[in-house]
């Protein structure tokens, strides 16, 4: 990680430097993809401003304090990087655990063995029975969609002979596709 540090306005003391550099340096334990972190420490009047910029890989994370005192004014926006830097971290990992594990090709069907199941994560192809095989109509497909208690139902629509689903939407109402000629 490069430390950058900027004094505006006053004369930056090597002790303050190295105070600045032991806390900015504390940063690299709780994310590794830290590029710069660049401090800049400002005096106007009574005020002692310490702003600080860290980017880190594919984004950039900012904090401002003001205080009476240079330090505590260091001190302070270091912490409140350090939140956002582990808001930042939990969030990419949180990103991680969510992402769906997608490794290879789907199981087909005919790919499924028979016996005891594996001890494996991934996606299964599971075979389903919501198949009416007569023609009905739409109106006669959601009546049996409501009786089954299932998610969806595939039918041959029997005005047109087309495969037509319906399903239940999340609003309660139901859903209605049919295959394109």
């Given at each position: 990680m490069e430390?950058?540090?900027?004094?505006?306005?006053?004369?930056?003391?090597?002790?303050?430097?190295?105070?600045?550099?032991?806390?900015?340096?504390?940063?690299?334990?709780?994310?590794?993809?830290?590029?710069?972190?660049?401090?800049?420490?400002?005096?106007?009047?009574?005020?002692?401003?310490?702003?600080?910029?860290?980017?880190?890989?594919?984004?950039?994370?900012?904090?401002?304090?003001?205080?009476?005192?240079?330090?505590?004014?260091?001190?302070?926006?270091?912490?409140?990087?350090?939140?956002?830097?582990?808001?930042?971290?939990?969030?990419?990992?949180?990103?991680?655990?969510?992402?769906?594990?997608?490794?290879?090709p789907p199981i087909t069907e005919t790919e499924i063995p028979e016996g005891e199941p594996e001890e494996e994560w991934g996606p299964v192809v599971v075979r389903g029975n919501e198949w009416h095989r007569d023609p009905i109509s739409v109106e006669e497909a959601i009546r049996a969609l409501r009786e089954s208690n299932a998610e969806f139902l595939m039918f041959r629509n029997d005005r047109n002979r087309k495969v037509g689903l319906v399903y239940t939407r999340p609003d309660g109402n139901f859903g209605f596709i049919e295959e394109e000629a």
């Open positions: 430390i950058v540090t900027t004094a505006r306005r006053f004369q930056l003391t090597p002790q303050l430097k190295e105070h600045a550099h032991k806390r900015l340096q504390k940063l690299g334990r709780y994310f590794n993809n830290i590029i710069e972190a660049h401090l800049v420490l400002d005096s106007e009047k009574h005020r002692q401003i310490a702003e600080l910029t860290v980017h880190a890989h594919g984004t950039e994370l900012i904090s401002r304090e003001e205080t009476p005192d240079m330090i505590s004014s260091i001190d302070r926006v270091t912490d409140r990087i350090e939140r956002q830097i582990k808001k930042y971290n939990a969030r990419l990992k949180d990103r991680k655990v969510r992402r769906p594990i997608m490794e290879g």
